[in-house]
């Protein structure tokens, strides 16, 4: 699938996330989605995202493993380069942070992770480099 493929399906699930109150049909039927709000890197350009998740108490763990592509996905540079973002569950949205999670943290959530989503030990097995885990934390706004 091209990059442009990969865009529009992208914006025909954002659109579909929207109409139907966070659900979503097609191979994302039975797989929880949020849609996160990022701004552009270098851009500053305002992007929207559909990402699988789980949940960590209060906080959001979503992961960048980019479907085992060569280069980590954009919405993990934009959230390195900004990261105040919004995250978006059926038809509520609010501000979050995004961090990196580290050590046995990252590891912790990585593993339960993976009991969801056994796939993605096929996505690191692709890249030389750590699939990272992003942590979004609930904030009272961004900046």
């Known amino acids: 699938m091209s990059n442009e493929q990969r865009r529009q399906l992208n914006r025909e699930i954002v659109a579909e996330f929207r109409a139907n109150a966070g659900v979503v049909g097609g191979q994302f039927a039975n797989i929880p989605l949020l849609l996160l709000t990022t701004t552009g890197a270098r851009t500053g350009a305002v992007?929207?995202?559909?990402?699988?998740?789980q949940r960590d108490g209060e906080r959001v763990?979503?992961?960048?493993?980019?479907?085992?592509?060569?280069?980590?996905p954009g919405w993990y540079h934009n959230l390195v380069a900004h990261p105040e973002a919004i995250?978006?569950?059926g038809n509520e949205s609010w501000p979050v942070i995004a961090s990196a999670a580290e050590g046995a943290e990252r590891q912790q959530l990585w593993e339960r992770q993976l009991v969801a989503s056994p796939f993605?030990?096929?996505?690191?097995?692709?890249v030389s480099w750590e699939i990272p885990v992003v942590v979004l934390t609930r904030s009272n706004g961004t900046s």
């Open 47 to 53: 992007f929207t995202w559909p990402l699988a998740y």
């Open 87 to 89: 995250v978006e569950f």
């Open 61 to 72: 763990v979503v992961f960048a493993a980019n479907g085992g592509r060569e280069n980590r």
């Open 120 to 126: 993605l030990a096929d996505f690191q097995a692709k």
